[in-house]
């Protein structure tokens, strides 16, 4: 399979394919200076187009799930497709996961940046979407170890649209065991809870005194088996937590995530200009699963944390907004900054 990869000089390096502009290995030293790669994968095209647990992909039109595959906008009812639990989950059965993305590399930054940008053209009607999408991702290796990755996007009609980027990382390396013993801190005091289908109820509770207190930091093996009903309901994490972004501009990213692992020292901080984070404990993966150099991902060996706007917000209108207009541009920024120590 065709690869692309962006280093610096720091020994950061992400390597990427055009199919689903998916990540395909992402590299960083650890607190002696040894570099692993830190996020799962394949070895081959026909795994990748087989898999159904979005390693590494690009996501949209929209990520995360929408109820029963239905929405309205301007008294319109659409319809896009949906899954064998009858709902609509990250852009459908090929969403831009799926898609052959056009990518231009760049010349190297004068601040030694190294640049790709891919695009790709989602025609009126696909997966039931209304309206022509043209979306662009840029993905940026920065000298100050991160990957930063700018989503755009404009529309002939009016759409819903939430892009994001769906790596599971494993700090300790791709091939390490379980993700549990990772210290995961929140910047997040709220989360929206879901019902027995992993539809969003509508609320957005406080979660303190709940397993999904992570504004410290705390391993997220404590309490991932915890007796709690939205536990249970996503065997372990799979829920969208509320950024607090303390009135910061829209365009500007906060820190929403940090994630620490004690034996290789490696740390990353997510900071985003999305509304939420979708937080994914890796509880699909098992022993069916085998990755880069046969190497089997059992459960929970890696974590998935996904900027994004809210699932199923094109039926909540208390949700941030998610309707994107042709007079719009849809824009989005995550950054995933690596070190080593705790933050």
Known sequence: MQTFTLANAAGLSVRFMAFGGIIVSLHTPDRDGIVDDVVLGFDSLEDYAKDGLYVGALIGRYANRIARGEFTIDGERYTVTTRPDG?????????????IWNVAMAEPGD???ARATLTHTSPDGDEGYPGTLNAAVTYTVTPRNELVVDFRATTDRPTPVSMTQHSYFNLAGHDRGDVLDHELTLNASRFTPVDGSLIPTGEML????TPFD?????????????????????????HNFVIDRAGAPPDEPVVAARLYEPRSGRALEVLTTAPGIQVYSGNGLNDRVTGKQWRVYRRRCGIALEPQRFPDSPNRSHFPPCILRPDEEYRSRTIYRFSVGRM
Do not use: E, M, W
């Not at 709902?87 to 898609?99: I, N």
């Not at 406080?206 to 005194?209: E, F, N």
């Open 87 to 99: 709902h609509h989950l990250h852009g459908g059965r090929s969403g831009f996961h799926k898609a």
């Open 111 to 113: 601040d030694g940046s």
């Open 206 to 209: 406080s979660v303190c005194g």
């Open 214 to 238: 992570f504004t410290h930091p705390r391993p997220i093996g404590a309490r991932i088996d915890a007796n709690d009903a939205q536990i249970a309901r996503g065997d372990g994490y799979d």
